[in-house]
């Protein structure tokens, strides 16, 4: 049975579970955090200080030239990352033929297969 307003926390209703009382632990604040003062605090929790970074912004390889989409392009797809989807597309398509009829044979691809396939023709 609802409790009405004014009741005491003492009932007789089996249900009923008596909220828990919390303090709030004080924990001392570092010297770095002194200007958050006044937000509320959050126990465990410490803010990020920010600070501020000088060579901020896309840390580019001086010899890249920035007017070519190519050369932006080869900063992901390295060579030696064309050379593992190849390895990884051949086991693969192996693996999916051996499944298959004899008819149906796969033959392997080469990284320049690859780099044809994706636009890219400057080898």
């Given at each position: 049975?609802?409790r009405?307003?004014g ?19 004080k ?26 970074i ?15 989409p ?23 398509a ?6 298959r ?9 080469s ?12 080898y």
């Open positions: 049975m609802p009405q307003s009741q005491s926390a003492q009932s007789n209703d089996l249900d009923f579970v008596q909220q828990p009382q919390y303090s709030h632990r924990t001392p604040i570092p010297l770095e955090y002194e200007k958050y003062k006044g937000y509320r605090p959050i126990d465990g929790y410490q803010p990020l200080i920010y600070k501020e000088d060579t901020a912004g896309p840390n580019l390889p001086p010899e890249l030239n920035i007017d070519d190519l050369a932006f392009f080869q900063l992901f797809f390295t060579d030696e990352l064309f050379q593992h989807l190849q390895e990884c597309t051949n086991a693969e192996e693996r999916r033929s051996a499944r009829s004899a008819s149906t044979l796969w033959k392997p691809r990284v320049k297969d690859l780099k044809a396939y994706i636009g890219k023709n400057s």
